[in-house]
């Protein structure tokens, strides 16, 4: 069993910062990527960053310049600093892992159960 567990999230005025930490914990052979999505109200969910296992990053143009994320795949952990936010960046965020739990197993998908960030006026 693989679970994902995020914390970190909250209110902050326009122009503050937060930092989301999620650790994954359970059966974990290999994982190839984390990172981080949000869906705000009546929206989809979409990409906000991902890391690799050799540390090469991907993130949303939305959020390049202002977000961070940096992985520490010896504990499992992801770590997203998010400065400079905006109202529109008010979501509830949910951490993603692809990884395998097993040499045998392929790779999957897993989630956490998300996190709200509020950014207020």
């Known amino acids: 069993q693989v679970q994902l567990v995020e914390s970190g999230g909250g209110l902050v005025q326009a122009g503050g910062s937060l930092r989301l930490s999620c650790a994954a914990s359970g059966s974990i052979f290999s994982i190839n990527t984390m990172g981080w999505y949000r869906q705000a109200p009546g929206k989809q969910r979409e990409l906000v960053a991902t890391i690799t296992s050799d540390g090469s990053t991907n993130y949303a143009a939305s959020v390049k310049g202002r977000f961070t994320l940096s992985g520490d795949y010896a504990k499992n952990t992801v770590v997203l600093e998010m400065n400079a936010l905006r109202t529109e960046d008010t979501a509830v965020y949910y951490c993603?892992?692809?990884?395998?739990?097993?040499?045998?197993?392929?790779?999957?998908?897993?989630w956490g159960q998300g996190t709200q960030v509020t950014v207020s006026s």
């Open positions: 993603r892992a692809v990884l395998s739990s097993s040499r045998a197993a392929i790779a999957r998908v897993y």
